[in-house]
């Protein structure tokens, strides 16, 4: 099936540090999401994006889909200890009679107080 | 809160057995989305439904099948189950079916067959 490449797998930073995680794919993908899950927990949507080349912001996070819309990214500015968790990029792709979403394998992150 | 939820959070069966997982949309969601995750993996898509009709299907095992009800609410039935069917099931809705529609998770239900 469709892959999409997330990386890095896992990252351990200081606290205040700034964080970049990215997915790439062979394939066009509609929408880029990207979640964050905690442990046990369901994914949480932190940005949508809809189009090629939108740069959209919540918060400390900032997400790109690439210009190609086979890539996306997401930075995390000043990271906090709440900030830990696995974060989830997915493409939402055209399937049968409807779309589904292809979720990356995660960025595990961990931050050092 | 996403506004999804799903029954129960915690199932503890053997392996033979069959059990249902529940999940009920957000108000005002028609499709529902059903995904499996193993230890330490990413989220497998299974199934989903969009207002009482299966609309895509995924990597979901023969011994797996769902149903949305005129409620939209959604069930999805594990039967003949095997210890490799251990994992976090999660439910997800999104308002219609269009690529551009976000999809937002339950809490999941933790399988662990014996």
């Known amino acids: 099936g469709q892959q999409l490449n997330q990386s890095p797998q896992s990252m351990f930073i200081q606290e205040g540090e700034d964080v970049s995680m990215n997915c790439t794919s062979s394939s066009i993908f509609n929408t880029w999401l990207w979640y964050k899950q905690d442990p046990g927990e369901g994914p949480v949507l932190l940005i949508a994006l809809y189009k090629a080349g939108e740069l959209t912001s919540n918060g400390r996070l900032t997400a790109q889909f690439g210009i190609t819309r086979k890539d996306s990214f997401l930075n995390i500015s000043a990271s906090i200890p709440s900030d830990v968790g696995i974060y989830f990029c997915?493409?939402?792709?055209?399937?049968?009679?409807?779309?589904?979403?292809?979720f990356g394998s995660g960025t595990r992150l961990l931050v050092r107080p | 809160d996403s506004g999804v939820t799903q029954t129960p959070k915690h199932l503890i069966t053997a392996t033979g057995q069959r059990v249902t997982l529940r999940c009920s949309p957000r108000?005002?969601?028609?499709?529902v989305y059903w995904y499996q995750q193993s230890l330490d993996q990413g989220l497998q898509f299974l199934i989903q439904y969009y207002n009482g009709e299966e609309r895509a299907k995924g990597n979901i095992l023969e011994r797996f099948s769902a149903q949305q009800f005129p409620d939209l609410h959604s069930e999805l039935n594990l039967s003949s189950l095997e210890l490799g069917d251990s994992a976090l099931y999660f439910c997800?809705?999104?308002?219609?079916?269009?690529?551009?529609?976000?999809?937002?998770f339950g809490p999941g239900t933790r399988l662990t067959v014996l």
């Open positions: 997800a809705s999104s308002v219609g079916l269009a690529g551009g529609n976000e999809q937002f």
């Open positions: 108000s005002g969601d028609l499709s």
């Open positions: 997915a493409g939402n792709q055209r399937m049968d009679s409807s779309y589904k979403l292809i």
